[in-house]
């Protein structure tokens, strides 16, 4: 059983930055794919980005060179560096486990989830 705890939400100017964390616990959780995830009210949940257990990490299209995920084992935190924040970043952001080799960006194939974190960026 892995437990997701998100944090560092809030609200920002476009172009503004803000850092995500995803408190990981559980058995093995080092070994987990870790995701973040997004969604918007009344739209389907969106794959952000994703890393692997040895670093690997995979970007949507939208967010690459803006947004950067990594990952510390040894303190079980997810991150999620958000910069050149745009309107249209707002959403509540998610992070989700699966104990396999990562899917692919835009797959919610995941078993754990967190329960969100609201980014808010206005213009």
């Known amino acids: 059983q892995v437990q997701l705890v998100e944090s560092g939400g809030g609200s920002v100017e476009a172009g503004g930055s803000l850092k995500l964390s995803c408190a990981v616990s559980g058995d093995s959780s080092s070994s987990y794919c870790l995701a973040w995830f997004r969604q918007v009210p009344g739209k389907e949940r969106e794959g952000v980005a994703n890393?692997?257990?040895?670093?690997?990490?995979r970007y949507e299209e939208s967010v690459q060179g803006r947004f950067v995920i990594s990952r510390d084992n040894a303190k079980n935190t997810l991150y999620l560096q958000m910069n050149n924040l745009r309107p249209a970043d707002t959403a509540t952001y998610y992070c989700?486990?699966?104990?396999?080799?990562?899917?692919?960006?835009?797959?919610?194939?995941?078993?754990?989830w967190g329960q969100g974190t609201q980014v808010t960026v206005s213009s």
């Open positions: 989700a486990a699966v104990e396999v080799w990562c899917p692919s960006v835009r797959s919610s194939s995941y078993k754990y």
């Open positions: 890393i692997e257990r040895i670093g690997i990490a």
